[in-house]
């Protein structure tokens, strides 16, 4: 109480009520890349917090220019054949940050961080280290609760790609607030598995990450510079024509205007394909934000996508979604028909884990961990008595209560659903109140999401 000596009225506003659990943001993704605008290779990494794609691009600038290459068939006149056989060869981009950002925004994702390692000028595939040195700088940041590893899966060889997962999945287990989202790296156009599975990088850690197949083709176009679209004229073998050279699409803009817009039509027309952590990213901010971290980000449409490169069948995905020898359940990105692409798997890479199989359940002791560890930190340096273990006790269980409440834990009753334990004979003993330590014991029914559902049907005879 204060010590008055003044005659007056004085007003003492007096806390009834308990501390409470502020929840901490679940779907708070971090890219790592390298973008437009970045430091320098001697230089740190950039990570900055940016909420909508106009910031990212006042930030960091815009995507990297994808590489054509153009074929035009002609005859010994250097002129259009009959058919002139107009073909494109598959575009190259070395860097698709820019694109995984924007994939992240339209899946339906928020707020994120993005950790810029170099720009543009940097060599693709030959700098492991700088990844590397995004996620040193990433560890530093408290917010992020995803690491999304996009570019790295593009810009690195699946090596090294495996390797910087394997960072990124010590990390989480270091920090214990964050989840990687995975992808199973695809090299010259072909993705396999064998490689993700048999990686001696990715052989603990599971729980905290997991992994989906395959790439998708987005509804978003290249972005590609007139001057690096290469003209090849090529004409039937013998013939004595002499192709130009450092023929691009700029050069015969005025000069052969029939060629450049057939070229701009087919350029206009590609979509890029990228690996489906980014969209997995924003469908784990829409799934939070519509229902709850608890409830698993499966069975849920990928929004602007054209649909996955390649089909899975069943047969297929029994293979991807249990390994009875490595354990890495890979989740499958799958197109149905009348209802969009999919994503049909909802495991972490310990597939063989009963206790951390899923994604959701894993997640959601994520954000309850966190939560209540930021929520306690009041009771640091309070007396370590009964006075301070109720408040701790009683602000947690409101808690977990309150998540009983939307559906997060199983159980018929709040019992049934969660227990809290504090008190010296309990959790405690009095070596442990000597040396300074208050021990909580917190139990969790996690829901589970209901993976195989099973109809059995049988005949019934007839009685009347």
Known sequence: MANYRTPGVYIEEVSTLPPSVAEVATAVPAFIGYTEIGPAATDD?????????????SAFGGPSAAEFSITQAVDDNGNPSADPGVSLVAPKTAFSLY??????????????????????????????????????ALEREDEPTLIVLTDAACVLSAADYYSVCGSALAQCR???????????????????????????????????????????????????????????????????????????????????????????????????????SAAMAGIYARVDRERGVWKAPANVGMLAVLGPVAKITDEDQDLLNVDQTAGKSINAIRAFTGKGTLVWGG?????????????????????????????????????????????????????LYGLWEQGALAGSKPEAAYYVHV??????????????????????????????????????LQTA
């Open 45 to 57: 990494p950039v990570v900055e917090r940016v909420a909508t794609m106009l910031e990212f691009e």
């Open 99 to 136: 694109y995984a950002i924007a994939h992240y925004f339209r899946n339906g994702g928020g707020p994120c961080y993005v950790v810029s390692v170099g720009d543009y000028s940097a060599k693709p595939g030959a700098d492991r280290m700088g990844i590397k040195g995004g996620l040193a």
């Open 174 to 276: 270091k920090l214990g607030d964050r989840f990687t989202i995975l992808d199973v790296a695809r090299q010259d156009g072909k993705t396999d598995v064998s490689v993700f599975r048999n990686s001696s990088e990715l052989s603990i850690n599971l729980m905290y990450g997991a992994a989906y197949h395959p790439y998708v083709q987005t509804s978003m176009a290249y972005a590609y510079d007139e001057a690096g679209v290469k003209i090849k004229r090529v004409a039937a073998a013998g013939s004595a024509f002499v192709a130009p050279t450092g023929e691009t699409l700029a050069t015969i803009k005025n000069s052969d205007t029939v060629l450049y817009n057939k070229v701009r039509s087919m350029l206009d027309a590609q979509r890029v394909v990228l690996p489906p």
């Open 347 to 399: 495991r972490t890479l310990a597939g063989n884990d009963n206790e951390w199989r899923f994604v959701s359940v894993r997640r959601l002791f994520i954000t309850i961990e966190e939560s209540t560890r930021k929520a306690s930190a009041f009771a640091v340096f309070e007396p370590n008595d009964q006075s301070t273990w109720l408040k701790v006790k009683a602000m947690i269980e409101s808690y």
């Open 423 to 460: 008190g010296l004979g309990t959790t405690m003993t009095p070596q442990d109140v000597l040396e300074g330590r208050m021990i909580v014991e917190i139990g969790i029914a996690a829901v589970r999401p209901a993976e195989f559902i099973v109809l059995r049907f049988s005949h019934k």
